[in-house]
């Protein structure tokens, strides 16, 4: 394979993983950590956080690479130059990398039971999402917002001891999980077709207001006790970042309702998936973790370049 050969399929595996949403993978479990109380015992929870993580990416990875799989008959039609259609990554390749991502995501989870059962449910409902129900009415945009649900309950198992408190919060950030990334699937719905999009509107923006809520109402109270100075910069900070994540999913959102030519949709859904990195990032600031929340902040700016570079469709 000549330099330029090897060019082609990375930029190839590139654009099947779709590298500008990845970013948002780890996410969502260490915002379950967070929310849920893991700072109380962090150094003894830190390990099993990091697997969560990792649990996390390849799933998420798996889940990309069967969707272009399931979807390989409507590509060769709708978007022939993806890779698998295209023939620049062959179903066997694509095959073995997900065999790759299930066990890479499998084996650390037996360090706990509970861990290991939510994984095998999450891998569940990402294959019945990509290969049953994603054509469904509402069926299919439940269950992906059940696995985003599920990827942030992998961060709950992390802690040990969860007050009634923290309980509800990151039950109502559950919920307000659930309700974006509902709406948001029923908004890609439409990304191929020629037809401005107005489903999920109300489902998404409640969503986004929920966890909004909870993320203030922590960075309020939870250093309540501690130095003002820094209670007043971790507020404040959260505010900020939640102020941007507002404006940009309301912005991702008014896009998918006045345009109707493909590619634009597919750009609002973009917009709409990296937005979630501001919603972690506000979730990091609140919890007092500025470098974390940096992190975020510095991969949602990647993630847009990538896009861009790469022109990957947002679903």
């Not at 990398?97 to 891998?123: D, E, K």
């Not at 994603?134 to 069926?139: A, F, N, P, Q, S």
Request: some cysteine; overall charge positive; charged content about 10%.
């Amino acid at each position: 394979m000549t330099e330029s050969e090897k060019k082609t399929k990375l930029n190839a595996w590139l654009r099947l993983i779709r590298v500008p949403n990845l970013f948002t993978a780890a996410g969502d479990p260490l915002c379950g950590f967070l929310i849920a109380g893991g700072l109380a015992h962090l150094g003894e929870s830190l390990a099993h956080l990091f697997t969560v993580c990792w649990i996390s990416f390849f799933v998420y990875i798996f889940g990309l690479i069967t969707n272009d799989m399931a979807d390989i008959q409507e590509d060769m039609q709708e978007r022939p130059n993806r890779p698998l259609p295209s023939g620049a990554i062959s179903g066997k390749e694509a095959f073995a990398a997900v065999q790759i991502c299930f066990w890479a995501a499998v084996i650390p989870s037996l360090i706990n039971i509970r861990l290991f059962c939510l994984t095998l449910i999450l891998f569940a409902c990402v294959y019945a999402y990509n290969f049953h129900v994603k054509r469904k009415k509402y069926g299919g945009s439940a269950i992906m917002a059940m696995c985003r649900v599920l990827s942030f309950c992998l961060g709950i198992t992390a802690v040990r001891d969860i007050g009634f408190f923290s309980g509800m919060t990151a039950l109502i950030f559950g919920v307000g999980i659930f309700l974006y990334i509902f709406g948001l699937t029923e908004a890609a719905a439409d990304e191929t077709s020629h037809t401005a999009s107005r489903k999920g509107g109300r489902a998404l923006l409640t969503g986004a207001l929920l966890c909004s809520g909870v993320v203030l109402i922590d960075s309020i109270i939870l250093f309540g006790k501690h130095d003002v100075v820094f209670h007043n910069f971790s507020a404040l900070s959260a505010i900020l970042l939640l102020v941007f994540f507002l404006g940009t999913a309301f912005w991702g959102y008014q896009l998918t309702l006045y345009h109707s030519a493909p590619a634009k949709i597919q750009h609002a859904i973009g917009v709409l998936i990296r937005a979630i990195l501001l919603m972690h990032a506000a979730v990091a600031a609140s919890f007092g973790w500025y470098l974390l929340a940096a992190v975020f902040v510095i991969c949602m700016i990647c993630a847009t370049f990538f896009s861009r570079v790469f022109r990957i469709q947002g679903s």
